[in-house]
């Protein structure tokens, strides 16, 4: 399977953004960690204001919108 040069850069750009946002990630993924451990069922909107906060992080880094 090969990949474009396009598509090569989109991973990088994300995976960047990403890890400039581990602060917001982490906190996500604590979240839904104690969602599961309480209810063991995840649904939309659950932990939704550390969603958020992630998925700014990550646009503002990308500095793209989606």
């Known amino acids: 399977m090969s990949s474009t040069p396009a598509a090569r850069k989109g991973a990088r750009l994300l ?8 602060t917001q990630a982490i906190a996500y993924g604590q979240c839904i960690g104690r969602v599961v451990d309480e209810q063991r069922d995840v649904s939309k909107g659950m932990c939704g204001k550390e969603f958020d906060a992630f998925k700014v992080c990550v646009q503002k880094v990308a500095k793209r919108r989606w």
């Open 15 to 22: 995976s960047h953004a990403v890890s400039e946002c581990s």
